[in-house]
């Protein structure tokens, strides 16, 4: 039996639940469980899913809409394997993933997380992107890590654009409870969550090859317009980011230039959406990044853009 749990939340894709959800059956070696979540969907999505109700491996929960992060913690508490794998309802998998992963985690002295590598397609042309130098799911390494998370920051900023899509890699459970993690009620959820994942764990594995496929399609979060929702995702991880680098202890180098390049990369994205939003910026928040960064032409950055909102703010 599969030591796999496959957890889906889905909200409004009656147009690939069906697809997304076979690939998952498809598989060469069929997971102990697949938990989908429809979080609040007010499209067909639910009707789609009840064609699986009579699949003992597919089981089915409603939920009210309280956004992706949550509906995956709901699916985890439920969850009956020793791993879990998040996947999203508009993806798909290659028919081997649970088997590979299963013959890794056998041969790797069962790690606490497996990354692996994805590849993107676009909805509307349903065309594959395979040029690997453009491919931001390819780790572009292998590489077995038996003790100390330390290198493995390293080697994923150095190999790879370090994309912390839970879609990316599988989890015990355990390292979930017992170091109390969990996606929180925001976008951006994904990076906010692994840095104390990865810094949690004992042992890992990375490998290049591609299990998952990332569809690309207009209406998604990533592709829609900057809302309220997307300003405050965007501050709340420079708030999270800055309180895991300040709170963890003695952070290895590569770790910690890491981190600053995120915090400068994110409070980059929460002051361009803020302005498209015609949001007012935390201004306290923009200088304590500045301030943790500690990089002149950041701060320049900082002072101009809070000018630049101010005027936007008294124009609007």
């Known amino acids: 039996m599969s030591c796999i ?9 009656e147009k690939y639940i069906i697809e997304a959800i076979d690939s998952v059956l498809a598989q060469t070696v069929v997971p102990h469980e697949i938990i989908v979540i429809d979080d609040g969907s007010t499209d067909g999505t639910w009707n789609k899913l009840l064609t699986y109700s009579a699949n003992p491996v597919v089981k089915l929960y409603q ?3 309280q956004g992706q992060g949550p509906a995956r913690n709901f699916g985890r508490e439920i969850a009956t394997s020793k791993y879990i ?32 590598s994805g590849i993107s397609f676009f909805d509307e042309e349903n065309v594959v992107q395979n040029d690997s130098t453009q491919n931001p799911y390819a780790r572009n390494f292998f590489k077995y890590y038996p003790e100390g998370e330390r290198s493995l920051f390293r080697d994923l900023v150095i190999n790879s654009i370090f994309s912390p899509s839970p879609c990316l890699y599988i989890s015990k459970k355990g390292l ?8 929180k009620p925001m976008i951006h959820e994904d990076m906010e969550v692994i840095f104390p994942l990865i810094a949690s764990s004992s042992n890992a594995l990375v490998t290049d090859e591609i299990l998952f496929h990332r569809r690309i399609r207009s209406g998604s979060t990533m592709t829609s317009k900057p809302t309220i929702k997307r300003v405050n995702g965007c501050r709340d991880l420079v708030i999270s980011l800055i309180y895991f680098m300040e709170n963890n202890p003695k952070p290895a180098v590569m770790e910690k230039s890491l981190l600053l390049d995120k915090i400068q990369q994110f409070m980059h994205m929460y002051i361009s959406v803020a302005a498209e939003a015609k949001e007012r910026l935390d201004c306290l928040l923009a200088f304590r990044a500045a301030y943790v960064v500690k990089r002149i ?6 002072v101009s853009s809070m000018l630049h909102n101010f005027l936007i703010i008294r124009k609007s």
């Open 5 to 13: 749990s496959v957890i889906v939340p889905a909200f409004n894709v």
């Open 63 to 65: 939920t009210i809409n």
């Open 85 to 116: 794998y998040y996947f999203d309802a508009d993806d798909r998998l290659e028919e081997n993933f649970v088997e590979k992963m299963e013959q890794f985690i056998a041969e790797y002295n069962a790690p606490d997380l497996i990354f692996f």
């Open 176 to 183: 979930w409870l017992n170091n109390k993690l969990n996606f």
């Open 297 to 302: 032409g950041f701060f320049r950055f900082i």
